[in-house]
């Protein structure tokens, strides 16, 4: 009888664990690694396209007179616009909690205008939301570019490279070379307002 009533009370206890709701098994999420820093990053995607973009619509005055450079074919608007959506995505990898500004010794190439990287690092970390702000800044602009491209509007892709150019130079005078005077007075005299 004994055995009987010990059967009985472990199906029973059994019988309630199975109905009792066990939390659904979470999905194993491992954090991706960052191994890019800022710097792997701005100089492998964003100069890279920046350039490219910069070079896509322009005016070239020399002995020939003044002539104007823009896309043309439908080849050659699809190339331009997978340099803008570079652009548009850099800035989501730029601000990634735990990126790095630069390798761990890794100096500034030209430190009579350069700040180090642990003094941008430092900037970075003291005030994220004013870093995002200014990463979003260079999406906004290259928004303005997809939407030109998509349109085939050299014009307004024209006054988007422009709006690049300005995001690009308000987050590098205030993190990258804040203290070139010439860059800052520049800056000044393009309207540009450094924030």
């Known amino acids: ?46 100069d890279p ?26 080849e050659q608007w699809k190339e331009v616009r997978h340099h803008v959506f570079i652009l548009m995505e850099a800035p989501n990898l730029l601000t990634m909690e735990g990126r790095k500004v630069a390798k761990a010794g890794e100096k500034a190439e030209n430190p009579e205008v350069e700040l180090q990287p642990e003094a941008i690092q430092k900037m970075v970390d003291d005030d994220r939301p004013a870093f995002v702000r200014r990463a979003k ?40 070379y804040p203290n070139d005077k010439r860059a800052q007075e520049a800056a000044k005299q393009d309207g540009l307002v450094i924030d």
Not at 58 to 73: C, F, Q, Y
């Open 137 to 176: 800044r260079l999406q906004d602009a290259a928004g303005q570019a997809l939407k030109a491209v998509d349109a085939k509007d050299k014009d307004a892709l024209f006054k988007a490279i422009d709006s690049i150019d300005k995001a690009c130079e308000n987050c590098h005078l205030h993190y990258w």
């Open 1 to 46: 009888m004994r055995v009987f009533r010990t059967i009985v009370i472990a199906s029973f206890v059994g019988a309630l664990a199975s109905c009792t709701k066990s939390e659904p098994a979470k999905p194993a999420t491992a954090a991706l690694d960052h191994p890019a820093t800022i710097k792997d990053i701005m100089d492998s995607m964003v």
């Open 49 to 74: 396209s920046g350039d490219f973009m910069f070079e896509s619509v322009r005016e070239i005055a020399d002995e020939k007179g003044v002539r104007e450079v823009a896309p043309e074919t439908d």
